[in-house]
């Protein structure tokens, strides 16, 4: 059974900072990875999506790595931003595709102090 | 598209109460999930669908819990009788084959 593990399970940093959460999963066999941001309160909002083939995913001052072989996917965001501050979770699709559904880390949750 | 569509947002009831939550596919997409949120354990992922069959409903905690998806566009969620421990946030997700997958915005649901 896959098992999705992000670390650390929270972090404070200063606006300015450059940091990167952790995914480790234990299946390597998967078909896309997944990140999400969940602000308090609220649904999930999908950041980038990394097919099994890719590398790497940027969006703005996102970038997503996945390495397959180790089980593992960063999430880099640069120059922090109060806004930042949020829940960020990673969640990986099996080979199967859809079929498998979406297996969910616990998260990482953020604060960017102004 | 208006994305997926949840309902009610927020649901308080008390126990022994039936449940219903709702859900509204984006369209064009063949998977539809349901999942369960706590600070607890996470997301959990309850049941899912594929073209509106149940594929695996082996998250579903008890017989309490049951799940429908009567078309492509509709989907519901029924707690019957309720319990204070089933209190959480619900979240319905759809996607289409092996890409993105979309998420609603929730029902919170409380059990007095």
């Known amino acids: 059974k896959q098992e999705v593990t992000q670390i650390p399970a929270a972090l404070s940093v200063p606006e300015g900072e450059n940091l990167v959460l952790n995914c480790s999963f234990t299946?390597?066999?998967?078909?896309?990875l997944q990140w999400f941001r969940q602000d308090p309160g609220k649904g999930l909002t999908s950041l980038l999506l990394?097919?099994?083939?890719?590398r790497e995913q940027t969006s703005g001052r996102l970038n997503a790595s996945l390495d397959k072989s180790s089980g593992r996917s960063t999430l880099y965001i640069a120059a922090s931003q109060p806004g930042d501050s949020a829940t960020y979770l990673c969640?990986?699709?099996?080979?199967?595709?859809?079929?498998?559904?979406?297996?969910f880390g616990k998260g990482t949750h953020l604060i960017i102090q102004p | 598209d208006a994305g997926v569509i949840q309902s009610p947002r927020h649901e308080v009831t008390e126990m022994g109460q039936e449940v219903t939550l709702r859900c509204k596919p984006i369209?064009?997409?063949?998977?539809l999930f349901w999942y369960r949120q706590t600070m607890m354990r996470g997301l959990e992922l309850l049941i899912y669908?594929?073209?509106?069959?149940?594929?695996?409903d082996s998250g579903m905690p008890e017989d309490r819990f049951s799940a429908k998806m009567p078309n492509a566009s509709f989907s519901t969620l029924k707690i019957q009788p309720s319990e204070p421990r089933d209190s959480a946030v619900y979240f319905c997700?759809?996607?289409?084959?092996?890409?993105?997958?979309?998420f609603g915005q929730g029902t919170r649901l409380t059990v007095v």
């Open positions: 990394i097919q099994s083939s890719q």
């Open positions: 997700a759809s996607i289409r084959g092996n890409t993105e997958a979309f």
């Open positions: 969640a990986v699709i099996g080979s199967g595709g859809g079929a498998d559904g979406l297996t």
């Open positions: 669908f594929n073209n509106n069959v149940p594929i695996d």
């Open positions: 369209s064009g997409h063949d998977y």
């Open positions: 299946d390597s066999a998967i078909y896309n």
